[in-house]
């Protein structure tokens, strides 16, 4: 069984900050891409943030400059710095993580996901 935890969510106030952590568990052999998702209420779930297995990068335009993604392989954990939060990124937080199992099967895992409210 393979799990993905994601923690760190909560109620921020515009202008504040959070550190968002996403832990892989089980038995695998890697962990290939990963990524940060986010689906606020009445919306569609929109990629935030990704970050291939040699660790680039890529972000979507509206978080550009304000949050960075990062991982550490050694401790299966995937992370999401979180910087200068606006009310509209108030959503449920999802990490997403394409994990080998065998040498020859790897498929994507979904955490259950973390809130984050960001209001005065």
């Known amino acids: 069984q393979v799990q993905l935890v994601e923690s760190g969510g909560g109620l921020v106030q515009p202008g504040g900050s959070l550190r968002l952590s996403c832990v892989a568990s089980?038995?695998?052999?890697?962990?290939?891409?990963m990524g940060w998702y986010r689906q606020a209420p009445g919306k569609t779930r929109e990629l935030v943030a990704s970050?291939?297995?040699?660790?680039?990068?890529d972000y979507a335009d509206s978080v550009k400059g304000r949050f960075t993604i990062s991982r550490d392989n050694a401790k299966n954990t995937m992370y999401l710095h979180m910087g200068s939060l606006k009310p509209e990124d108030t959503a449920v937080y999802y990490c997403?993580?394409?994990?080998?199992?065998?040498?020859?099967?790897?498929?994507?895992?979904w955490g259950q996901g973390t809130q984050v409210t960001v209001s005065s």
């Open positions: 970050i291939a297995s040699g660790g680039s990068t």
């Open positions: 089980g038995s695998f052999f890697s962990i290939n891409d």
């Open positions: 997403l993580a394409n994990i080998r199992r065998t040498v020859l099967y790897s498929r994507d895992y």
